[in-house]
């Protein structure tokens, strides 16, 4: 995400940084770049506006022009203007445990809230809830069929009616329904129309007036830019929902929706979907989201993933084994396992800071190279697993035919684990502990 706008960002600042002074005019050359960033992002014409004189304003004062790095100072400033236009802290939602609760989603055809339904519903399991997810897009064909088929794979209960074409009585029978069980949440998954007519809106009005929802959260896909931004607002002057849910924010380079859409509606966003597996759904935190648009990383994200899918006491056990050569390929597959319960590699790597962005440019971790290390390790031999040195020729020809891979990709594997080993052998692997990261 934010690729592109990272990229000039990152060759503007890094100009800025080389000059020993700064004066109004190389500032004002450097603002007129980031204009033209900004407004290549899609970002909204006004706030572009408002964000340059605002970051002018400041970057001109004289805290910043008799700095010893003034540079820094022009990015510190540009880093707190991008956090506050994205809403200076995260949004939370609140729900107590001991009653039904209620999330009602909102938005246009295509924004992707029918997996967005599953995406909270399993969020929200990992906070203990017990939540049940209700069909209420009776116009979209397959819509309720995919709802159920999400709902099998969360093992998530779903009501919907197939025959059914009034939506309010839908929702009625599902609220009462769910009156005598342990169902403490119920999330609705509403329909969408290509674009806004008054039919629809009626509609969800009158949802909004039976369910009196907790929360009430608009959908909008990131990719379409500005289109996202105005929709939202057309929403919330007719619904007034509480927040936003940006979808496919892995695949928007730009990032011009996440940038405007607070500014112009005044709601904040409150989760991102960062790719198309249930669990790709992150919590937004603006500080964070600036910190990766201005290519510094976003170290706190990846280590809440790493505690969210990594058991601290196995980490500091295999951190234990690494650094007396006990680490064998059990730990190695165990490991890649909860690695990939983390997210998408390439995200993952362009969360940590310092990492040179011209490297990673075109950088696509293949899913399924990973699939092949596991398939040659399952075919290793317990004694194999454990004790890598016993495999021969023989042994890597039988493993590469059990693994439907070649004897040249088993070399490559077995040659890439031991240079691995010897390579974090020279970390200290008390870091590792501490974070709760995977000691490789």
């Known amino acids: 995400m934010f690729n592109s706008l990272t990229e000039r960002f990152e060759e503007i600042f890094k100009k800025l940084k080389g000059q020993g002074k700064l004066s109004e005019q190389n500032i004002k050359e450097s603002m007129r770049e980031v204009r033209r960033a900004l407004l290549e992002a899609d970002v909204n014409f006004k706030i572009v506006k408002n964000f340059i004189e605002e970051v002018s304003k400041k970057a001109v004062g004289t805290d910043v022009m008799k700095s010893l ?85 969360l093992n998530t209960p779903v009501i919907s009616e197939e025959k059914q074409k009034n939506v309010i009585k839908i929702a009625k029978k599902a609220v009462k ?148 050569d006990q680490f064998t390929f059990t730990d190695f597959l165990s490991q890649l396992q909860q690695l990939q319960k983390m997210g998408s590699l390439d995200q993952l790597i362009g969360m940590i800071p310092g990492i040179d962005r011209k490297v990673l440019k075109g950088l696509k971790v293949d899913e399924k190279d990973l699939k092949h290390i596991e398939a040659i390790i399952y075919s290793m031999t317990p004694q194999e697993r454990e004790k890598p040195a016993v495999i021969n020729g023989s042994r890597r020809y039988r493993i590469a035919k059990g693994s439907g891979t070649s004897t040249q990709e088993v070399n490559r594997l077995l040659k890439q684990f031991e240079q691995m080993k010897k390579m974090m052998k020279k970390f200290d692997s008390s870091k590792f502990q501490k974070s709760g990261m995977f000691p490789f």
């Open 69 to 153: 790095t003034p540079g820094h100072q022009v990015v510190k400033i540009v880093h707190e203007q991008l956090t506050n236009l994205m809403g200076t802290e995260n949004f939370q939602i609140n729900l107590p445990d001991n009653r039904l609760n209620k999330i009602m989603l909102v938005g246009l055809q295509g924004s992707g809230k029918t997996t967005t339904c599953a995406k909270i519903s399993q969020h929200f399991k990992k906070k203990s809830f017990n939540p049940t997810m209700v069909a209420c897009d009776i116009y979209r064909p397959a819509a309720i069929h995919q709802l159920h088929v999400l709902g099998k794979q």
């Open 177 to 324: 329904e769910v009156e005598q069980s342990d169902t403490n949440l119920l999330v609705f998954d509403t329909a969408g129309r290509l674009h806004i007519d008054e039919k629809m809106m009626k509609e969800l009005r009158e949802l909004k007036k039976l369910l009196n929802p907790d929360y009430i959260l608009f959908v909008a896909d990131a990719m379409t830019g500005q289109d996202a931004v105005n929709m939202a607002k057309e929403f919330n002057d007719q619904l007034e929902f509480n927040g936003v849910i940006l979808t496919k924010m892995d695949s928007d380079a730009r990032g011009g929706a996440a940038l405007s859409i607070k500014a112009v509606t005044g709601k904040p966003i409150v989760y991102v979907g960062t790719g198309e597996k249930i669990s790709d759904l992150e919590e937004f935190h603006p500080d964070r989201m600036a910190n990766r648009i201005l290519g510094m990383g976003d170290v706190l994200s990846l280590i809440e993933k790493a505690e969210a899918a990594i058991d601290a006491e196995e980490a500091e056990k295999l951190a234990k084994k690494l650094k007396e």
